[in-house]
T-cell receptor, first 113, second 113 residues
Framework: AQSVSQHNHHVILSEAASLELGCNYS??????LFWYVQYPGQHLQLLLKYFSGDPLVKGIKGFEAEFIKSKFSFNLRKPSVQWSDTAEYFC???????????FGAGTRLTVKP | DTGVSQDPRHKITKRGQNVTFRCDPISEHNRLYWYRQTLGQGPEFLTY????????KSRLLSDRFSAERPKGSFSTLEIQRTEQGDSAMYLC???????????FGQGTRLTVV
C-alpha cells in the first residue's frame, strides 16, 4: 500500500543542536515532496517542497531537505535549531499517478532553551 | 486575509446529530482537499475536488460523510448521525494545480459528546 513514514515520533533537542527528521515513502513513479510545519495552535504551513531538479532543496527558517530517489527518502535537516522551532513536522507526498496528497504521522520536535 | 478559511472553528454536537462544515479556498485554486486529523497523527486524506468534480474519496469516508463543491468555489463537508469517533480536527486545503503545494485553513474542531 502507498504510505508515508516518519520514523521519529518525538525528538527532543537542545538549542544549537543539529536536526535530521526522516521521511520515507512507498509510492512508485514520479512524486512531489513536501515538508509542512505546525506550530502550537496554528495551521499547517509549507516549509519546503521538491518538484524536480536539484535534490537538495532549501526552505524557510534555515531548513533544507534532500531527496534521495534510490532510498525513497526526503529527510529534513537544520544545522542549528532554535527554541522557536518547537513544532510538529509533517512530510507529505503528492504522487502524480493519483494526484492526491498523503501525509506522514508527524514528528513532534521539542527544543529546550 | 486571502487564505483558506473554514467555518466554524469549533463545533460541539451531540451524538446522532448532523453537522456541516464550510471551506472557502483561495479564490483561483482549482484543487480542494479535505483531511481529518486526530491528536498525535498526521492529516488523513478524506476526499478532493478538481473544480466541482469530486475525484477521489478515501475508504475512511463512510456513507455518513458527504462533501460537495457545487460551483467549484467553496466546499461543504457534512457528517450525518455523528459518532464519538468522529471527534477530530477537519482540515481543508486548496492548491492552484494538482501538483502544487496545498495551503491549509485553520481547521474545524469537532467534538461529539
Amino acid at each position: 500500500a502507498q504510505s508515508v513514514s516518519q520514523h521519529n515520533h518525538h525528538v527532543i533537542l537542545s538549542e544549537a543542536a543539529s536536526l535530521e527528521l526522516g521521511c520515507n515513502y512507498s509510492y512508485g513513479g514520479t512524486v512531489n515532496l513536501f515538508w509542512y510545519v505546525q506550530y502550537p495552535g496554528q495551521h499547517l504551513q509549507l516549509l519546503l517542497k521538491y518538484f524536480s531538479g536539484d535534490p537538495l532543496v532549501k526552505g524557510i527558517k534555515g531548513f533544507e531537505a534532500e531527496f534521495i530517489k534510490s532510498k525513497f527518502s526526503f529527510n529534513l535537516r537544520k544545522p542549528s535549531v532554535q527554541w522557536s522551532d518547537t513544532a510538529e513536522y509533517f512530510c507529505a507526498v503528492n504522487a502524480l499517478s493519483n494526484n492526491d496528497m498523503r501525509f506522514g504521522a508527524g514528528t513532534r520536535l521539542t527544543v529546550k532553551p | 486575509d486571502t487564505g483558506v478559511s473554514q467555518d466554524p472553528r469549533h463545533k460541539i454536537t451531540k451524538r446522532g446529530q448532523n453537522v456541516t462544515f464550510r471551506c472557502d479556498p483561495i479564490s483561483e485554486h482549482n484543487r480542494l482537499y479535505w483531511y481529518r486529523q486526530t491528536l498525535g497523527q498526521g492529516p488523513e486524506f478524506l476526499t478532493y475536488f478538481q473544480n466541482e468534480a469530486q475525484l477521489e474519496k478515501s475508504r475512511l469516508l463512510s456513507d455518513r460523510f458527504s462533501a460537495e463543491r457545487p460551483k467549484g468555489s467553496f466546499s461543504t463537508l457534512e457528517i450525518q448521525r455523528t459518532e464519538q469517533g468522529d471527534s477530530a480536527m477537519y482540515l481543508c486545503a486548496s492548491s492552484l494545480q494538482a501538483v502544487s503545494e496545498a495551503f491549509f485553513g485553520q481547521g474545524t474542531r469537532l467534538t461529539v459528546v
